[in-house]
């Protein structure tokens, strides 16, 4: 789930914002609020609270909560920030670097876009130092809604009211995710390679990186989807935003993924679990010249799920050294899937720990495209194309 952080300063159109939060909040964001002192005196921070379904954040120096560096925090959780109202003193701290309360501090410490809403008196919105701090900021890359032009608080009409909320969420909203054929939809993605223990400081594994699945929760969930990742052993970051469950065995990543089937619309298993576990493991470093193991079948958890799937989407992954159309497509019958994603792991550019891939796709009805080398994360869009479909 992308993260808005609304910035609420110290003007009549504060209760604006609240249609701002709540239209956010429909679109599936989750939603933060930081309000400047003066913003309080225009609307309390319990409706915001109650819109959001999160505490809002106004003193840097709040007693009587857990401690935390809340604007890196915020900074850092952040998809986007939305200063809505924006009034010409926030404007003018802002261009000048000054960080002397917690929206300021947080606004100055994030990375991330900042869309700016001001709402100002005309003249105020005239005047050269407004106008000049305004150019400073878009100059470096501040993002600018409005204002609009009509009646303002102060009876006067002319430019300086804040932009309607649906304007001002619709171009947040295009922004963040320019592609929401997934919105209201959940993808749970498997990634990474699973660890079955020998003793206690010994494992099974595999090669697998996790960067085919962490790429295709990350193009989901700009697609708008709510993303879960059920992870392994990964070389790379969890993409920000979505619902991470770290696993370690085959075992612990079926029971987290079957757990989940009910409220999964897309499931995508691009994961490579261990297909045995150690039946003879012993907590305690084994010290002996020869080793020998028993081993038992781990679940198939891609199988599991497409005995109970139903009407829900199935994808699932065929890496493969030889044989590679015919193997995939007995998978792909064998787990119930509706599209599979085969590859010959010979291949330059393909297979583990790449950040490339070359796969066919097979889908259920028979239709088979093979693609070219590319991207990891481009395939992911691909791949997401054909199953929405």
């Known amino acids: 789930m992308k993260t808005v952080i609304v910035g609420v300063t110290g003007g009549i159109a504060a209760y604006k914002s609240c249609e701002v939060v709540s239209r956010f909040r429909r679109l599936g964001y989750d ?72 929206l ?17 008196n005309v003249n105020m919105y005239q005047n050269p130092i407004t106008q000049a701090n305004i150019e400073r900021l878009k100059e470096r890359g501040y993002r600018f809604i409005g204002p609009d032009s009509g009646m303002l608080a102060c009876g006067v009409t002319g430019a300086g009211r804040m932009s309607e909320p649906v304007e001002i969420v619709t171009e947040v909203d295009k922004f963040l995710t320019p592609k929401a054929d997934l919105r209201g939809k959940t993808v749970l993605v498997t990634a990474g390679g699973t660890r079955e223990p020998i003793d206690g ?76 576990a150690v039946e003879n493991y012993t907590p305690h470093k084994i010290k002996a010249d020869s080793l020998e193991l028993k081993l038992k079948k781990n679940p198939d958890i891609a199988a599991a799920v497409g005995k109970i799937k139903g009407d829900k989407k199935l994808v699932v992954f065929a890496a493969e050294t030889d044989d590679l159309i015919e193997n995939a497509v007995k998978k792909l019958e064998a787990k119930n899937a509706d599209l599979i994603v085969s590859n010959d792991v010979t291949m330059p550019g393909a297979g583990f720990e790449t950040d490339t891939n070359v796969v066919t796709l097979i889908e ?21 194309d054909a199953v929405t479909l």
Do not use: W
Not at 364 to 384: F, H, N, Y
């Open 31 to 102: 939603v933060r609020v930081v309000m400047t002192k003066n913003a309080t005196e225009f609307v309390t921070p319990l409706t915001f609270e109650s819109l959001s379904k999160n505490k809002v954040v106004v003193d840097t120096f709040e007693k009587n909560r857990e401690f935390e560096i809340e604007h890196i925090s915020y900074a850092e959780l952040a998809s986007a920030f939305v200063i809505a109202p924006a009034t010409a003193n926030f404007i003018g701290k802002l261009a000048a670097g000054i960080a002397d309360d917690m």
């Open 201 to 276: 400081v010994r494992f099974i594994t595999n090669r697998s990186s996790g960067k085919m699945g962490t790429a295709i929760a990350e193009a989901a969930l700009q697609r708008g989807a709510r993303v879960i990742l059920v992870y392994g052993t990964i070389s790379v970051p969890v993409p920000k935003g979505v619902e991470a469950v770290k696993i370690e065995t085959t075992m612990d990543m079926y029971r987290e993924v079957m757990a989940r089937t009910d409220g999964t619309d897309i499931f995508v298993m691009s994961a490579a679990p261990g297909d045995y």
């Open 104 to 120: 300021t501090t947080t606004v100055m410490a994030t990375l991330q876009p900042v869309f700016i809403c001001p709402a100002m």
């Open 364 to 384: 259920r009805g028979g239709a088979m495209t093979a693609l070219e080398i590319m991207d990891k994360r481009r395939l992911a869009d691909v791949i997401l």
